[in-house]
């Protein structure tokens, strides 16, 4: 049952989870917050902790620490719990870690009554997108990974600065799992209306060359950012707030976030990261970008590794 104003649950108070509290409670984008965590201190102090933000954000916002009762009521809850990722390691590293403590959580949010929308967070996050479903029971356009979502603001903000351009007037998307085997729709990538091979034909010095180098950067960021400062959560939190404003305001925006294929792009049980317009019922339709023959291969070779990591344990059949 839902309630009479919008809660989000936040499972995981961690880096992220903290971090998407705070940017969440700034924008003032739901009536109530309940943070949820293993270590129920952390949750705590942090629910304190933001509740004496309050006075300064720009709308009311209950938030409290709370248990998995309270997901019952909750429109969206959101999962960033679970092991990260630590220098060197792979984010297909953490599946079995992550698979097993996603199968407890999973059970405690369905036996609260929850019917609403999940999103996740936790890496690998394509492959707990679909552990998600799986154990839930849920809808597939319920259930939403955060896929290529930072990966694209990323792209967005590196090629906004390279071409010294308002990021939102840039449209390119990063499709693919989310980590090494994703890749950029250079043949769709449009700023001002003009497609990127246009803008990289020598004037003012820029070069395709260079767009290859933007690339490697975005699908190397997260390993740039936890061997400096351990972690990465900023870019992610902000890119969540996105997506639960997108669900609660029932805006039919278009997200590359991870969704689940039944035939698009060529590929059936899969949750990977494509654009997809979302409102408040979830995943209202995969956008089904036409790539070129080289971005179909590269995409065709993301599904083949997630499938492989996933294994026969997840598959349907
Ligand atoms: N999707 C993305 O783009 C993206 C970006 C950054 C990080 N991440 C992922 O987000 C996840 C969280 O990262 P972090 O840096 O916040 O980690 P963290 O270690 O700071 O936080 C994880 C939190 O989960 C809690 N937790 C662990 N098991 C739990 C359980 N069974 N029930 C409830 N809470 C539990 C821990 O107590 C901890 O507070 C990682 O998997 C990381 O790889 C994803």
Known sequence: MSNLVNRVAVIGAGFVGSSYAFALLNQGITEELVLIDLNQDKAEGDAMDLSHGLPFAPTRTKIWFGSYA?????????????????????????????????????????????????????????????AVWKFSGLPKEKVIGSGTILDTARIRYLLGEYFD?????????????????ELPVWSRAYISGINIADWTKGKNGFKKEDLDKIFLNVRDAAYQIIEKKGATFYGIAMSLVRLTKAILQNENSVLTVSSYLEGEYGHHDIFIGVPAIVNRNGIREIVELDLDDDERKKFDHSVNVLKQTMGPVMTSD
Not at 170 to 181: C, K, N, S
């Open 70 to 130: 309270d997901c019952g009521n909750a429109d969206i809850v959101v999962i960033t719990a679970g092991a990260n990722q630590k220098p060197g390691e792979t984010r297909l590293d953490l599946v079995e870690k992550n698979t097993r403590i996603f199968k407890g959580i999973v059970s405690e949010i369905m036996a609260s009554g929850f019917d609403g929308i999940i999103v996740v967070a936790t890496n690998p996050v394509d492959i707990l997108t679909y």
């Open 165 to 181: 351009v308002d990021t939102r007037n840039v449209h390119a998307y990063i499709i693919g799992e989310h980590g090494d085997t």
